[in-house]
C-alpha cells in the first residue's frame, strides 16, 4: 500500500526496462514527469549511480516520534505537523498575549499555543511543516503544546499526511533520510526512487569499485551494503560505517587517477639537467638583492636534484604570500638556461613561466629580465596583450616590443630561452625548440587541464614545476595534488613586519577610519575588501546583511572619505579593465581600491599597507589570510581590520584566531578544523563532495587510501584488470580542482 502510494505520488513508476545497470539514464530507469526531470538536471543527476550517490544530507530520527492522535496527558512529545491555522490573541484570564496554531499530522490535530510570543505567528507559515518539542497541557480536546522549540524541516506536508507513518522506510528503519533536495525533487522522491532502483538492480550490476582486498583491510562495506546503509540506516553506526565507505572511495578513486598520472608522466623521457649546484648556488648568493633563507635553499636543492633525473619533475612549491618563492624559480631557470641544448650546444635549453594574469606575467618579465641580464639569452613575454622581448638590440637594459608573429618565431628556433607569459602560452601555435622545464605560478588559479596542457605540450615532457601561495593542510595537497612532491617554503625572509591585525567592534569604526585617514595623509594606499559585487537580491535576505563593492565605494566617496581617489575591482569587469585599474593603483593614480577578493591574486603594490575587510565573517581563514597578504609586501607596518556583521560564538572564534595567527599553514589546518572542510574557501566548486571533504579531516584514511592506490597502479600500470575504478578515475580527475 504505501509503495503504491509514494509511487503514484512521486511518479518513480519504473520504465518497462528491466536491466538496469548503474550507468541507466535515469530516463530510462523511470517515467520521470517533466517537473522532476528538470529538478534532476538541477542536481546535475543523469544516471543511477548518481542517484545513488546522492547522499542524504542528514537523517530524522523519527523513534522519538509521538503521532498526534496517540498523544498522552502531560507527555513531553516531539511531533512533525502542517500547520493549519495561526492566529493571536490575549489568553482569556489573565490577558497574556499569546500565538496559537493548529498543526496536524493525518493521525489527528493538536492546538499549539506560545504566551508571550505573539511574534511566534508571524514566523511561522501556515502549510509548513514543523517539528515541535515540548510539553502537553490539559486534558483530552483541551490539550495544548505549550511553548515548544520549533524547528522548520523540509519534509513536504504530503509526507506528513501519507507516508511519514506509513512508508515502508519508517516502519523498517525508524530513520529517516533527508536529501539535498530542489524543485520538484524532494526527499520523499527520493527515498520512492532509490528504493525502487536497489530493488531492481541485480547484484552483478553493482560492481564495488574498491577491491575486496583494500575493504576488508580497512573494514569497510561492500557497495551494496553500503548504499542500503546510507539510504535506509537502522540506526546511526549503520549510517555512518557507510559514509566513512564512501568517503575513503572518493578520495581512493583520485588518488588511483593520481597515481596513474604519475606513472603516464614518468614514463615520458625528460631533459636531463645536469647543473652545477655551485654555480647556481653563487647565482643565488650574488644576483639576489638578499641573502635566502634556508627553506628557499632547501627548495631550491630538492628541484636541482629532481632535474638532474631522466623522469620529469612533477612538484609543487607551496609559500605563503612573500616567502619568496619567485627566487627559487629562478634559480632552476638558472640551471636550466646555462644548460645546452642536445641539438646546438650553443644554444640555451628553454622554459617557460606562466602567469595567471597579464599583469601579474610582466612584473615577472621584469624581474627575471633584471636577474638575468647578465647572461647571454633573450626573454620573451607573451600575452594575449601583445609580445615583447628582453634585451632590446638597441638598448641592453631595456625590453622591445615585438610582434607576435617574431616572437613566436624566436620561440620555436631557440633563440628565446625563457618565455614568460598567461595563458597565451598554451596555445597550440606555441611551439618550443627544446623545452625543459614549465613553470607555473599561482597554479591553483589554473585549472588541471590547462596546467596539463603547457607541461604536455611536446614529445619530450618538460619537468614542472607548480608554485601555490595557498597553504593548505597535508590531506588537501595529497588529495588535489596527490601527484606531485612537495616543497614548502615554511619560513619568511627575515625581518618581515608582522601584520597587525583588529577584529573592530561596530562602534569603533569611525575611529578606525581616523585610523586609516592618517595612513593615507602619509602617502599610504588602502584596499577594502567586501563580499558581494553589487546590491544583493532580495530573494536572499541572509545575504542582505554582506556588503558590497559597489554600495561601500559609492558610500566610502561620499560620506568618508570623499578627498581620496577611490577606484573598485570584482570579477563581472573585462579582464581589461581589472588590468587597468590594478594599473592605476600601482601607479598611486588610486588611493582606496575597493574590491571582491579578486585582487587576492594580486600584484604587489608595497605601498598598500593598510586592509578593511568587510563582512569578515563571510570568509574562510585560508582566504582571510590571503587576502592579507596583500599588504605585506612593504618594510612599512601594515594594518588589517576586520569588520563583522554578525557576532556568533563561532565567527568570534575564528576571527580571533585569524587576529592572532599569522602563519598560513597553521592557519589552513584551523580552518579545517573549525569549519569543516565544505566551507573551505575555495573547495566548494572543488568538484568533491561534502563526504570526501569530511575525509580530508583524516589524516590516516587519506594516506591509507593514498598507499592503496599506487600499490594498485605499481601492480597493474594501465589499470586493466580494474577497467571500473579506471573510468571512475578518470571521471574524477576531470572534475577536481582546488581554487
Ligand atoms: P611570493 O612567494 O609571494 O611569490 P616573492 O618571490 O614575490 O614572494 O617575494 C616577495 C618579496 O620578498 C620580493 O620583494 C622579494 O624580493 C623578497 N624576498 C624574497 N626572498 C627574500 C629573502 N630571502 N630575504 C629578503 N627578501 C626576500
Ligand atoms: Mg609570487
Known amino acids: 500500500m ?10 518513480t513508476a519504473p520504465t518497462r526496462q528491466t536491466a538496469l545497470s548503474l550507468a541507466t539514464p535515469l530516463e530510462r530507469a523511470f517515467r520521470l514527469r517533466p517537473k522532476v526531470r528538470a529538478g534532476l538536471k538541477r542536481l546535475g543527476l543523469q544516471t543511477v549511480r548518481d542517484l545513488l550517490y546522492h547522499f542524504p544530507s542528514r537523517y530524522e530520527n523519527l523513534s522519538m516520534l509521538k503521532r498526534i492522535n496517540e498523544i498522552g496527558d502531560r507527555e513531553e512529545v516531539v511531533v512533525f505537523g502542517v500547520i493549519q491555522s495561526l492566529k493571536t490573541g490575549k489568553t482569556f484570564r489573565t490577558k497574556k498575549p499569546v500565538a496559537e496554531a ?48 520549533v524547528e522548520p524541516t523540509t519534509i513536504a506536508p504530503e509526507e506528513v499526511h501519507h507516508s511519514l507513518f506509513a512508508s515502508q522506510d519508517v516502519a523498517t528503519h525508524g530513520y529517516l533520510a533527508i536529501y539535498p533536495e530542489t524543485k520538484g525533487v524532494s526527499s520523499l522522491w527520493f527515498r520512492a526512487a532509490i528504493r525502487s532502483v536497489l530493488a531492481r538492480l541485480t547484484a552483478a550490476a553493482l560492481v564495488d569499485p574498491i577491491p575486496e582486498k583494500v575493504r576488508t583491510c580497512y573494514h569497510l562495506p561492500d557497495l551494496a551494503c553500503a548504499l542500503r546503509w546510507i539510504h535506509q540506516p537502522i540506526n546511526e553506526k549503520q549510517a555512518q560505517a557507510a559514509r566513512k565507505r564512501f568517503a575513503f572511495e572518493e578520495v581512493f578513486v583520485l588518488q588511483v587517477a593520481h597515481a ?120 620573451g613575454l607573451l600575452t594575449s596583450g601583445g609580445a ?37 602560452l598554451i596555445e597550440k601555435q606555441v611551439q618550443f625548440a627544446e623545452l625543459a622545464l614549465v613553470i607555473i605560478d599561482e597554479q591553483h588559479r589554473f585549472g588541471t587541464a ?27 595537497a595529497l588529495t588535489f595534488y596527490g601527484d606531485l612532491d612537495l616543497s614548502t617554503l615554511d619560513e619568511l625572509p627575515p625581518g618581515r613586519k608582522v601584520p597587525i591585525t583588529t577584529i573592530v567592534k561596530p562602534q569603533d569604526r569611525t575611529r578606525v577610519y581616523q585610523a586609516v585617514e592618517a595612513k593615507l595623509k602619509e602617502g599610504r594606499q588602502v584596499y577594502v575588501i567586501c563580499p558581494r559585487i553589487a546590491t544583493p537580491d532580495a530573494q536572499n535576505p541572509l545575504a542582505l546583511q554582506a556588503r558590497s563593492v559597489e554600495e561601500e565605494a559609492k558610500h566610502l566617496a561620499q560620506s568618508v572619505f570623499p578627498a581620496w581617489r577611490i577606484g573598485v575591482l570584482h570579477g563581472k569587469m573585462s579582464a581589461k579593465e581589472r588590468e587597468e585599474v ?158
Open 2 to 11: 504505501a509503495d503504491r502510494l509514494s509511487q503514484s505520488e512521486v511518479s
Open 102 to 149: 493548529v498543526v496536524a499530522d493525518g493521525s489527528g490535530t493538536l492546538l499549539v499555543r506560545w504566551f508571550h510570543q505573539p511574534y511566534m505567528a508571524k514566523m511561522l507559515k501556515e502549510g509548513t511543516v514543523v517539528k515541535l518539542a515540548g510539553i502537553v497541557y490539559g486534558r483530552g480536546k483541551r490539550r495544548y503544546l505549550a511553548n515548544p522549540d
Open 260 to 379: 596513474y598520472e604519475r606513472h603516464q608522466y614518468e614514463a615520458k623521457r625528460s631533459i636531463q639537467i645536469n647543473a652545477d649546484w655551485q654555480k647556481v648556488a653563487t647565482f643565488m648568493r650574488e644576483r639576489f638583492p638578499f641573502t635566502p633563507t634556508k627553506a628557499q635553499w632547501r627548495a631550491a636543492r630538492e628541484i636541482l636534484t629532481d632535474l638532474k633525473r631522466p623522469r620529469p619533475m612533477l612538484r609543487l612549491l607551496e609559500g605563503d604570500v612573500g616567502s619568496g618563492k619567485t627566487a627559487v624559480a629562478a634559480a632552476a631557470l638558472f640551471a636550466v638556461v646555462t644548460s645546452p641544448r642536445s641539438a646546438n650546444r650553443y644554444a640555451p635549453l628553454q622554459a617557460a613561466y606562466m602567469a595567471p594574469t597579464e599583469l601579474l606575467a610582466r612584473q615577472q618579465f621584469a624581474e627575471l629580465s633584471s636577474l638575468f641580464h647578465h647572461l647571454p639569452i633573450r626573454i
Open 388 to 424: 615583447a622581448v628582453f634585451p632590446s638590440k638597441t638598448n641592453p637594459t631595456k625590453p622591445t616590443r615585438v610582434s607576435k608573429r617574431q616572437l613566436l618565431q624566436w620561440i620555436r628556433d631557440g633563440s628565446v630561452a625563457i618565455v614568460v607569459g598567461t595563458h597565451a
Open 450 to 476: 590547462q596546467r596539463k596542457a603547457l607541461a604536455r605540450k611536446d614529445a619530450i615532457a618538460p619537468h614542472l614545476l607548480s608554485m601555490s601561495a595557498t597553504p593548505i593542510p597535508r590531506t588537501l
Open 582 to 739: 590594478m594599473q592605476a593603483f600601482l601607479n598611486h593614480d588610486i588611493d582606496i581600491l575597493v574590491t571582491t577578493t579578486v585582487v587576492e591574486v594580486g600584484v604587489n603594490v608595497p605601498n598598500a599597507t593598510v586592509m578593511i575587510i568587510e563582512s569578515a565573517e563571510r570568509f574562510g581563514l585560508a582566504q582571510l589570510h590571503q587576502l592579507r597578504g596583500r599588504i605585506l609586501r612593504s618594510s612599512h607596518q601594515a594594518y588589517c581590520y576586520c569588520f563583522a556583521e554578525s557576532w556568533g560564538p563561532a565567527t568570534r572564534k575564528r576571527l580571533s584566531v585569524f587576529a592572532t595567527t599569522t602563519d598560513g599553514f597553521a592557519l589552513a589546518e584551523a580552518d579545517l578544523a573549525l569549519r569543516g572542510a565544505g566551507d573551505l574557501s575555495g573547495t566548494r566548486q572543488s568538484g568533491f563532495s561534502d563526504l570526501g571533504m569530511e575525509a580530508l579531516k583524516n589524516l590516516k584514511l587519506v594516506q591509507a587510501a593514498r598507499e592503496e592506490a599506487k600499490a594498485i597502479v605499481a601492480q597493474d600500470p594501465s589499470l586493466q584488470r580494474f577497467s571500473l575504478l579506471r573510468e571512475r578515475a578518470f571521471a574524477a580527475l576531470e572534475q577536481i580542482h582546488y581554487e
